[in-house]
């Protein structure tokens, strides 16, 4: 393949560069205010004198995030809530996307089930009769609460299902030669064939267990129960300030509600930056889910 040097096309390049270094900026910027706030003295934030840089460094915000038990007892539970909720998540999905990757010969009433499902994309009982669901049921001030109601993303089996179907059905029937049933042939090639797509929809679910808030403030009748989420809300959003006693004031000084606020995001999406390279070199491979494969 000859490359094309031509001055048009190292303009384009030019431009395409410039442009991604851009998005990339802008995309940062946030992140690094908010690090530049919270590590910044009370004096500087408050003058709107912090940019990129903080400004009169300190470290009290965090030293006093970290002693916060509202905000520990949050964070755990949002951990709980992504282990739990995403491991369930990704069995459910695997079980499902499996039968209904099968042509309707093998699995009869495979279309059925693909309607039932196809459906709740489509409609939604609202909020009310979700909540009323999850009262009747006893799940209400609960982790169960906060998974079992997302249990089943319908548009991740539907990813998973078209990447199923990809596979070269050749594998299979070999399998199936040499004994194995679907249970061995799915745990031992499909879910080995299938890292990139479910590595795809592990992200997904992470992310969306922990960046999810709405569920928190509606399920929730004790703040000692709310998902971190749902406590940043309640205190950047809703401007309920944080108290600081008489020795903690002498303490921390360099504090404002600014800077802790800006403190508590970031340890919030602190996780997430962390997860995320490890899954990149997957989700750049599960990105095109059920595209032709070699």
Not at 227 to 256: C, F, H
Request: glycine share 6%.
């Amino acid at each position: 393949m000859v490359e094309d040097t031509s001055l048009l096309r190292k303009l384009f390049m030019g431009f395409n560069y410039t442009w991604l270094c851009i998005m990339a900026f802008l995309c940062l910027f946030p992140i690094i205010h908010v690090l530049a706030l919270s590590l910044s003295s009370a004096t500087a934030v408050s003058s709107g004198a912090v940019t990129f840089w903080p400004v009169d460094f300190n470290t009290s915000a965090y030293e006093y995030v970290t002693r916060n038990n509202a905000f520990i007892a949050s964070f755990t539970v949002s951990v709980k809530r992504v282990v739990l909720g995403s491991g369930i998540q990704m069995v459910l999905i695997v079980l499902l996307a499996y039968p209904l990757s099968k042509e309707t010969k093998a699995f009869r009433f495979r279309t059925a089930y693909v309607w039932y499902f196809f459906i709740t994309i489509i409609f939604g009982g609202g909020l009310i009769p979700a909540y009323m669901t999850v009262q009747k049921t006893g799940l209400i001030d609960s982790i169960g609460a906060l998974v079992i109601p997302t249990a089943v993303p319908v548009f991740s089996v539907v990813l998973l299902l078209n990447f199923f179907r990809g596979l070269p059905k050749e594998l299979e029937e070999a399998a199936f030669m040499d004994g194995a049933g679907y249970l061995t042939t799915l745990l031992k090639l499909y879910i080995p064939l299938s890292k990139p797509a479910l590595a795809t929809l592990l992200l997904f679910s992470i992310v969306g267990h922990w960046n999810s808030w709405f569920d928190g403030i509606i399920y929730m009748n004790h703040t000692e129960n709310y998902p971190l989420q749902s406590y940043l809300q309640s205190i950047v959003i809703a401007g309920r300030d944080v108290a600081l006693s008489s020795m903690e004031s002498k303490i921390y000084l360099q504090l404002t509600n600014r800077s802790l606020n800006a403190a508590q995001i970031f340890l919030g999406a602190l996780p997430i930056l962390i997860v995320y390279p490890f899954l990149q070199k997957y989700f750049m491979k599960g990105i095109v889910l059920g595209s032709i494969k070699e």
